[in-house]
């Protein structure tokens, strides 16, 4: 069954119907471009055709972009010469779309058909793509559609000649939010950004689009005339030079040159920007297929894409029931347990939010107030949708509120005797059927649920602060966990729009397990001697939104000491950070607590803003006179914490490395680029990681040791996504 059809109406318009069999949006293949090539080829062909629409048979949107599955899979259906491979079937698109954008004119520019783009709605990526190659485009007045380019933000850049063709439109600077950060608009911004050419009712589209068609109408691009200039100055013009010297400088400050995509994107233009426009196209295939080659670009997409839209479908929620929640209590309405009402409630469930003392469930409730006036305040909310979302809250302090619950989220004080007193109280209130979950961050929860007489729906959700912008939710299962609580867990963070891990208990879980070994290595490397500086930027130019100081700066130091503490308290003789406690006890002690104290790492002004680092670091850790190579740091930050994740697999904690790479990613920031610790492993090799761990154990101790399911791995030579990835047959 073909995903494009064509109907030729007696007006001479033919509507060429894009509508993907069993998908809710429009996805692109490769039998696609061939049957849309084939039906333009016949439209062109017919003397009876006037001209064409594009449209499509999906309700609310046009599509969705390119099936991602298969971009991820192109560099290994190229055949033995994968780049020459890629390279040609780009050309290959882009000599589609290009004969939609001649319409059958001549070398003179003489002739050819009118091609019209008709949008209902979201037009994303691909799905933009073929509108630029259009002659016109309509947009129905859609302000939930979505319009734009975000390839960028799993690791590849539009390469179907939407980079070159939005430049060439638009300019360089005006293009490059929608190119180089994704930026979605809706129809009457895009119109406003150049984008779209028309913005129409949604009832008039299609005949908007027939009467231009029929209107006779010029249709040759700019950029096939003759004395086509750029909008806003080609790299060499005045004013074009200052905007590509300022777009390189603008790439390599937010990228730190750690996402191939970004610097691939920009060559592609500068480059495309000084030949004619077929010469161009060529330049962008070449670094389409550059960006395709990179490994980054398919771990990206994996991660970012395949792996956590699974995740959010539920691919590891055991077999019960639909857990979908309709009433549930909140435990606390600090700031964690005021964020966890808010997106509850924002999803549409009611919410009794508890707290000790009124004041303070107040203040909760208001939490989300504050939120939706900043939302008016956008454009994002209006007053209705502020009223509907706080009838939903419930701000008391009376547990007899939590009748009728049937989940409890426990966001109190990180005390087991507060957790286990509080826990006893829900319980003589709500059902049996009722699943209870405590947001916990460090302590275990088959400890915590022995103060449940039901274990079975006792279960960890463990919220990322803050909970509103956090995409990540780690579930932890207990000991005796149930699968009933597993899905409903599962179900309620599907509900809130969260991609969810389920994890098993084990100290700090999973992702506290491995971002405390990348805030503790840095620290390690300040007592001996390594500068502040150089510590930060090196993680920064692996791609991590922060370093290692700033990270602990930004969560406090004295919760640092806490943690270190109850850890050693729980390890004895094994606790390995004697000398990280050095540092961040010495730094509690002089009240250099981070941020929340204008006095950390850093030092601050009075409006909370970093300048610099702080002079009293130096003078009780002076810099060693020599200082280790940049590549060194980044292996050492790097290593501390996928070796964590290879431990958490091995123990059992994970039992998925999808969920590994995901959640490491969502949860701290782990290098978007190389897909997660587990693809970072597959792209440098087991045999080399197994090789730098005995390296790093030599020079720096035991922690770097290679764990015995890395160590085995490299024997073999296998990957983890070979061995471990579902649907996918263990190597030998």
């Known amino acids: 069954m073909t995903d494009f059809t064509m109907e030729k109406g007696a007006d001479g318009v033919a509507v060429i119907t894009w509508d993907t069999a069993g998908k809710s949006m429009n996805v692109m293949n490769e039998q696609g471009f061939l049957d849309l090539e084939a039906l333009i080829d016949d439209a062109l062909a017919d003397d009876g055709v006037k001209g064409v629409v594009i449209t499509s048979g999906k309700e609310g949107s046009f599509a969705g972009g390119m099936d991602l599955n298969v971009i991820a899979r192109m560099r ?148 096939d005339e003759k004395g086509y200039k750029m909008p806003g100055g080609e790299p060499y013009h005045p004013a074009g030079f200052m905007t590509f010297v300022g777009a390189s400088a603008m790439v390599n400050g937010k990228t730190q040159g750690a996402f191939p995509a970004a610097k691939a994107l920009l060559s592609a233009v500068y480059e495309g920007a000084l030949v004619p426009f077929d010469t161009a196209l060529k330049i962008e295939a070449r670094w389409f297929t550059n960006v395709l080659m990179n490994p980054s670009s398919s771990a990206m997409i994996r991660s970012l894409f395949i792996n956590k839209e699974a995740l959010e479908k539920g691919a590891n929620r055991p077999d019960a029931p639909d857990q979908k929640v309709k009433k549930m209590g909140v435990m606390g309405a600090g700031m964690m347990g005021a964020g966890i009402a808010l997106v509850s409630a924002q999803a549409g469930i009611e919410v009794v939010l508890i707290d000790q003392k009124q004041e303070a469930a107040d203040k909760g409730k208001a939490y989300s107030a504050d939120y939706m006036d900043k939302g008016i305040k956008r454009g994002k909310a209006t007053e209705d949708t502020k009223a509907a979302l706080l009838d939903r809250i419930t701000a008391t302090t009376d547990y007899a509120a939590l009748e009728g619950c049937d989940l409890v989220v426990e966001a109190v004080f990180e005390d087991p005797g507060v957790k286990a007193e509080v826990t006893g109280k829900v319980l003589e209130v709500v059902g049996p059927d009722c699943i209870f979950a405590t947001n916990t961050s460090t302590l275990p929860i088959s400890e915590l649920a022995k103060a449940s007489d039901s274990p079975e729906s006792f279960i960890g959700i463990h919220f990322f602060s803050p909970v509103e912008k956090m995409h990540l939710v780690e579930i932890i299962k207990g000991k005796k966990t149930g699968a009933r609580a597993v899905a409903k867990a599962l179900d309620y963070v599907r509900q809130i729009r969260k991609t969810p891990i389920v994890v098993n208990d084990a100290r700090f879980f999973y992702a506290n397990r491995c971002i405390i070994p990348y805030i503790n290595e840095g620290i390690r490397m300040v007592a001996e001697g390594v500068t502040p500086a150089l510590i930060d930027n090196a993680a920064r130019q692996l791609g991590f939104p922060v370093g290692p100081l700033q990270l602990v700066d930004e969560t406090s130091i004295d919760l640092g000491a806490k943690i270190a503490r109850a850890t050693k308290a729980a390890m004895g003789d094994a606790y390995p950070d004697g000398a990280v406690d050095e540092v961040i006890f010495w730094m509690e002690g002089e009240g250099r607590l981070g941020r929340k ?94 090789e730098r761990c005995d390296q790093l154990e030599a020079a720096h101790g035991e922690r770097f040791a290679c764990p015995a399911l890395l160590r085995e791995m490299a024997e073999r030579n296998q990957s983890f996504y070979r061995r471990f990835a579902p649907d996918t047959e263990a190597a030998a």
């Open 76 to 223: 290994d259906d190229a055949g033995d010469e994968p780049a020459r491979g890629l390279f040609e079937g780009v050309m290959g698109m882009h000599a589609i779309l290009r004969k939609i954008e001649r319409g059958g004119m001549d070398d003179k520019n003489k002739g050819g058909k009118p091609i019209a783009a008709a949008l209902p709605g979201t037009a994303l990526g691909i799905g933009l793509e073929i509108p630029l190659a259009c002659h016109r485009i309509f947009a129905a007045d859609n302000p939930k559609a979505k319009i734009g380019l975000p390839e960028i933000m799993v690791g590849i850049f539009p390469g179907a000649g939407g980079t070159t063709r939005l430049v060439r439109k638009l300019g360089a600077m005006a293009a490059a939010p929608l190119l180089l950060e994704g930026k979605l608009n809706d129809p009457k911004k895009a119109k406003t950004a150049g984008v779209v050419d028309e913005v129409v009712p949604a009832g008039e589209l299609l005949d908007k689009a027939r009467e231009w068609v029929l209107s006779e109408p010029a249709i040759v691009k700019p950029w």
């Open 597 to 690: 104290a204008n006095a950390g790492f850093f030092d601050y002004d009075d409006k909370g803003k970093r300048q610099g680092y702080w002079s009293g670091l130096a003078e009780r850790f002076p810099p060693a006179d020599e200082q280790p190579d940049l590549t060194e740091v980044q292996h050492r930050l790097m290593f501390a914490q996928v070796l964590e994740a290879v431990r958490a697999l091995e123990e059992g904690v994970l039992e998925d490395i999808r969920e590994g790479d995901v959640g490491a990613i969502l949860g701290w920031g782990f290098a978007p680029w190389s897909g997660g610790p587990f693809s970072w492993l597959d792209i440098i090799g087991t045999p080399y990681a197994a």
